[in-house]
């Protein structure tokens, strides 16, 4: 059977994450039921990592078997017209290999924290991004997330239901930058925890408020406890990036 690798973009808002579950519409089974009525048979979409509800993505990457060759251009327009008017988008379909697996193949994963810093309340970006009205200090909060960096235990910034069998990985490079009023957390790893950026982005802020200081997080991370993290951010403001492939 062909297989396809798929680039996809959507806004988390509406659904209760990537994951097909029973309590209400994911991302998952809006693509499926695009399959469903391009092919007119049931086609697992596997992604490249599950998104919790409200968390978009700009460039999640999933791969499909179909019963048979198509245009990728088809494809991608076709499925497209068939998910209407739910806000999930194919942007790219690629034939690939049939050992390409969108999850075990990948090799690294970028995501991107948007924080609004603030005092007016947000409008186009609303759901989009996280208002916090204090000041922050970008800076301090880019130097106490190079505590984060490396390969570490990182139990305090992983959710109590995440599923992992080892809280330890490693983690590539975290970068805090601020343009005008917003403020851009990016994460860089070959796999995340369940919950670990929002953990890092609430902790972090922290540290932009002058809660905390990096040494504030070198001690909860040292402390390997969930009850030792700040507070978790919120899902509005994480997006999915991309996903890096050899």
């Not at 957390?185 to 369940?194: E, G, P, T, Y």
């Not at 002058?210 to 700040?230: F, H, N």
Request: hydrophobic letters at 40%.
């Amino acid at each position: 059977m062909p297989r396809y690798k798929l680039t996809i973009e959507y806004d988390g808002s509406p659904f209760v994450g990537w994951q097909a579950q029973t309590n209400g519409n994911s991302v998952q089974q809006v693509l499926e039921t695009g399959f469903k009525g391009f092919c007119g048979e049931d086609i697992k979409v596997h992604g490249a990592g599950r998104t919790d509800a409200g968390v978009h993505a700009l460039g999640q990457v999933a791969h499909v078997d179909l019963p048979r060759a198509v245009a990728c251009d088809t494809l991608r327009d076709a499925v497209n017209a068939h998910m209407r008017p739910h806000p999930v988008a194919i942007v790219e379909a690629e034939a690939v290999p049939e050992t390409f697996e969108a999850r075990f193949s990948a090799v690294k994963r970028h995501y991107m924290y948007r924080i609004v810093n603030r005092r007016a309340p947000l409008t186009l970006d609303k759901g989009q991004a996280w208002l916090v009205h204090k000041p922050l200090d970008a800076g301090a909060m880019h130097e106490a997330a190079q505590a984060l960096v490396g390969h570490h235990d990182f139990t305090t910034f992983r959710s109590v239901q995440c599923q992992a069998k080892s809280p330890v990985k490693t983690v590539d490079e975290i970068t805090v930058s601020r343009y005008a009023d917003e403020i851009e957390v990016i994460c860089r790893a070959r796999s995340f925890l369940h919950n670990q950026v929002r953990s890092f982005v609430g902790t972090l802020k922290m540290v932009g408020e002058g809660k905390w200081t990096r040494r504030s997080v070198e001690k909860a991370l040292a402390a390997a406890d969930r009850s030792a993290c700040g507070p978790v951010a919120p899902p509005d403001g994480l997006y999915l990036l991309q996903v890096d492939y050899e």
